[in-house]
C-alpha cells in the first residue's frame, strides 16, 4: 500500500503541476496589451514623414470579462451596444500628394485618406437592423469626437456598397463629410483613448501647433472584434490609432547648398515636433522609433557614395551606415531591419530602429538626421495616376471626368499584367449626391485618347441609382486596361438639381462637394518583408508586413448649383412688418383721438394765451367793421361730435391690409 500510495501521489502532484502550468499559460494569453511606434521617413520634396501606430487589443469578454485595465471603454461599450464588427474612421486635413509623397507603399495605401470625414463600419445585426444601427452609431462618434458625425444619419449621407469597397455586401455602410474641418477639438479625445494619453511615451510628441501646421494630417481609428462570432475565440477586439502627418522641418536662414546642389534639410525630433521623448508609457509592451529609407533612396544613396570615393562597399552591409559621409545620425541605432523577398529591385528598404525604453527625464530621446551630401531621388508610384474633374459649364447640366495616367512605371504595370495575364483590373467606386442626377448610360470609355466600346473594358459593373432626397447614386466597377496604356479616361454626364430653400447650407454659394473616389488596384499589393522572425510580434512593423491593396482617392469635386435669392424673404418679412405697423398704427390713432375735445382743448389754450392789449385790438376792431363782440368760448360736457373722415380713413386701410393678406396668401 506504501508504494501504491507514494505512486497516487506523485500522480496528484503532476496532475496540479499541469494545471498550475496551463493556467499561468492562459493568464498570459489573456492579457491586455498596448504597444507604441514612431515610423519616420524623408521624403523627396525636402519634407518629413512622420506616422504615429498605437494598438490596443484585449482578449474576448467571454474568456476575460467586462472589465478592462487598458482598452478604453468608450470603444467597447461602442462595440457591444451596437453590435460593431469593424470600423474605421478618420480625420483628414489637407490631400495625400501621391506624385511627391509615393503612392505604392503600405503607408499611403492605408493612411492616405480623403478630406474630411470618412467612416465605414460592418455591423454584426440583421439585414433589417443595419441601417438603425449606422444611425445611432454616427450620433454616438459624434459625441465621442466633437464632429458633426450625426449628419451621416440621413440616407442620402451614406451607401450601402455591394462588392467594390469590403466584401461584406449587405452589413456595411460608407459615408464621407468632405467639408468636415479637422481641429484640436478632434485629436483630443482621440489621444483620451490612449492609456497614457500625450503625458508620457511617444504620444508625448504630439505638440498641437506642430500637427496641424503641417501639410497633411490623418487620424485614423479602426478596431475589429469577433465579440459575435463564434467561429474565431481568440482574436477578441483589436484597437488600432494611427496619426500621419507630412511636416516642414524648420530650417533657418538660406539653403545649404554643396557643389551647386541644395542638401536636404536637417531635422530632429525636437525641430518637428518641439518637443523630446521622456521615456516610454509605462504600461506598453513595446515602445520604438523607425527611420526608414525606401527603395529608391538607397539606390541614390549608392551612386552617392561611389560618388564621393570614400567607399565601395554596399550601402545596406555598412555597419557604421548612421555615421557615413552622406548623412549623419544623432544616435547609434538599437538594430538595423532589411527587406527582404523584393525581386523587383536590387535595393530594398532599411529601417533603423531606436528603443526610447532606456531613456528618461534627465536624458530625454531627442533622434536628429544631418545631410552631408545632396541627394535626390523619388518615391515609388502606383502603376496608375488617377484624378477626377469636371466638364461642361453652366448651372444646369455637366460631366464628371476621371483620368488614369501612367507613372512611368513599367516595371510595376509589368508585375500586375503577368499576375493577370495582359490587362490591368482597376476598381473604381464612386458616390455621387441625389442632387446631381447621373445618367450612367453615357458613360464613355477612352484609351490613349480614342473612344472604346464600353463592354469590351468593362468586367463588372453595379449601379445603384440615385432617389430625390432618399439615396445617393453609387458606382461600382472593374475596369481593364492594356498593360502598355498611357491614359485611359472616363466620363459621365449629369443634370443639376434644385433643393428646398431649407436644404442650402449657410455657404451656399461656396459650391457642394462630391466625395472623393475610391481607385483600387487590385492586381497590386504593397508590403514589405523583414528577415527577422521576431518582428512579426511588433504592430507597427506587422502594418507594413500586411499586404494591402493599392489604393487611392481622387479630388473632391465642387458642384456649383443654382441659389436662390436668399435676400427675398428679408425683404417680403420687411414689407409685410411697414404693411402691419402703418395699418395698426392708423387703427390705434383712429379709435383713441377725440376730436372735439382736443379742438376745444386748443381753443381754450389759444384764448388763455391771448393778453390785454390783443384783446383790445380786437374790440376796436369790431367797432370799425360794425361786428359784434365773440365773448371766450368755455369748455362744454357735451359729447364730441363724431368726425366721418375719420371713420372712412380707418375702413380704408382696414380694406388694404385684408386686400395685402388675401393676395399674398
Known sequence: MGIWGSIFLLFLILISTYESFAKEGSAEELNEEFTEGLLLRPLPDRKVL??????????????????????????????NKFRVREMELSFTQGRWNYERWGGYDPISSSNAKPPGVELWAIFDVPLD???????NLTHALSGLFCASINFLEHSTSYSAPQWSFRSFAGKLRYGTLPREAVCTENLTPWLKLLPCRDKAGISALMDRPSIYRGYYHSQRLHFTSDEYDTAKSNSGIMLEQTLTVVLQPNTLGARAMVSGKTLQPSWSLSSLFG?????????????????????????ELKE???????????????????????????????????EVGNSQQEDSSILYEFSVEDFNDSEPFDLGLKWKLPVAWSCQQAPLRASRFLMGS?????????????????????????????????DIFQVVPWYVKVYYHTLKV????????????????????????????????????????????????????????????????????IPSAVVSFTDFQASIGFEDNFLNKLPILNELQERKHVICYTEVLLVPLTT??????????????????????????????????????????????????????????AKLTGRPIKPPETPSASPSSINYKVIVKVILVAGMAVGWQYYFR
Open 304 to 338: 552617392v557614395w561611389k560618388e564621393s570615393e570614400e567607399s565601395e562597399r554596399g550601402i545596406l552591409t555598412h555597419n557604421n551606415l548612421w555615421t557615413n559621409p552622406i548623412f549623419e545620425m544623432s544616435a547609434s541605432p538599437h538594430r538595423i531591419v532589411k
Open 394 to 426: 453652366g448651372n444646369e447640366r455637366g460631366a464628371i471626368a476621371i483620368s488614369l495616367k501612367s507613372s512611368g512605371n513599367n516595371n510595376t504595370q509589368r508585375v500586375g499584367c503577368s499576375e493577370n495575364g495582359s490587362q490591368l483590373r482597376i
Open 129 to 135: 437592423q443595419v441601417d438603425a444601427s449606422w444611425k
Open 50 to 79: 512622420a506616422h504615429f501606430h498605437f494598438q490596443s487589443s484585449v482578449p474576448p469578454t467571454r474568456t476575460y470579462g467586462r472589465h478592462h485595465h487598458l482598452f478604453p471603454k468608450s470603444i467597447y461599450q461602442l462595440i
Open 564 to 621: 436662390p435669392d436668399f435676400s427675398m424673404p428679408y425683404n417680403v418679412i420687411t414689407i409685410t412688418c411697414t404693411v402691419f405697423a402703418l395699418y395698426f398704427g392708423s387703427l390705434l390713432n383712429a379709435l383713441r383721438r377725440r376730436v372735439g375735445e382736443e379742438e376745444r382743448l386748443l381753443k381754450s389754450k389759444a384764448a388763455k394765451k391771448r393778453g390785454p392789449l390783443t384783446s383790445i385790438l380786437s374790440k376796436l376792431f
Open 446 to 513: 477612352f484609351i490613349d485618347g480614342e473612344l472604346q466600346s464600353t463592354m469590351e473594358n468593362i468586367e463588372k459593373m453595379h449601379i445603384s441609382s440615385s432617389e430625390d432626397k432618399v439615396s445617393p447614386g453609387v458606382m461600382e466597377m472593374i475596369l481593364r486596361l492594356p498593360c502598355g496604356v498611357k491614359t485611359a479616361a472616363l466620363t459621365l454626364e449629369f443634370d443639376k438639381g434644385f433643393l428646398h430653400i431649407d436644404e442650402y447650407p449657410p455657404d451656399a454659394n461656396q459650391g457642394f462637394d
Open 275 to 299: 518637443r523630446k521623448v521622456h521615456g516610454k508609457c509605462s504600461v506598453s509592451k513595446s515602445s520604438n522609433v523607425y527611420v526608414q529609407f525606401e527603395q529608391n533612396l538607397l539606390s
